[in-house]
C-alpha cells in the first residue's frame, strides 16, 4: 500500500481490480475545502480512460513493473515487434498499449515497454518524434503573418497541423502525446 502522494504520472496501480496507468495527476486546494488529487488514468487491458478523484492521504495500492527501452524493428499484424537493446529478444507487443501515439512510430525508434512479469502491458514512445514531411500544400509566398495552419502528411502516415511555410521534404518535431507540431529541425 502506498499513499497517494507517492502517485506520479507514469505510475501502475490497482484500481477497481483493474491494471491502469496515470496520465495526469494534479493536487488540488479549492477555496475554504479540503485538498484532493485528480487522477486521469488509463486502464492497461482496454485503453479506455478513468478520472478518479482522492482524498489527500488516501492509500492506493501501487503495481511495480519493469520498465525497459526497446527499439522497434517493424509491423506484423495487430502486433509491433520490437528488440530488447542488450539481449537482443524480439517480443511482440499489442498495438493497443501504444495508444493514438502509434501513428508517430517508425524503424529503428527506441519505445519504453512496461512488463508485468513476461507480459508487455504499457508502451510509450519518446515525448517528441522528428519526421519527414511526405505531402502538403505549397505555402503562399509572403503569408506567414497569421498563425494560419495547413495539413500535412508524415513519413509514417500521420496528418498534422503545420503553419504555412513547411514544404514537402522537410523534417519536423511533433508532440507524440497530442500529435501537434513543435518546429522545424534543421
Not at 57 to 64: F, Y
Request: charged share 25%; net charge negative; no cysteine.
Amino acid at each position: 500500500m502506498a499513499n497517494i502522494s507517492d502517485v506520479s504520472r507514469g505510475s501502475f496501480l490497482r484500481f477497481n481490480n483493474e491494471l491502469v496507468v496515470v496520465t495526469e495527476y494534479e493536487h488540488r486546494t479549492p477555496g475554504n475545502l479540503r485538498a484532493f488529487y485528480q487522477v486521469k488514468m488509463r486502464n492497461v487491458k482496454t485503453g479506455k480512460f478513468v478520472e478518479n478523484r482522492f482524498r489527500a492521504g488516501e492509500d492506493v495500492t501501487m503495481v511495480r513493473v519493469d520498465v525497459k527501452d526497446q527499439q522497434y524493428l517493424y509491423q506484423e499484424g495487430d502486433s509491433y515487434v520490437v528488440m530488447d537493446n542488450e539481449t537482443f529478444d524480439q517480443i511482440y507487443v499489442p498495438a493497443a498499449l501504444f495508444g493514438d501515439s502509434a501513428k508517430f512510430i517508425k524503424e529503428g525508434m527506441n519505445v519504453r515497454i512496461s512488463f508485468d512479469g513476461d507480459t508487455p502491458v504499457y508502451a510509450e514512445l519518446p515525448q517528441n518524434a522528428e519526421l519527414e514531411v511526405t505531402y502538403t500544400e505549397p505555402g503562399v509566398r509572403g503569408d506567414t503573418a497569421t498563425k494560419t495552419l495547413k495539413q500535412a502528411t508524415l513519413e509514417t502516415g500521420a496528418i498534422v497541423n503545420v503553419p504555412l511555410f513547411v514544404n514537402i521534404g522537410e523534417r519536423i518535431k511533433v508532440d507524440t502525446q497530442t500529435g501537434q507540431y513543435i518546429e522545424r529541425v534543421k
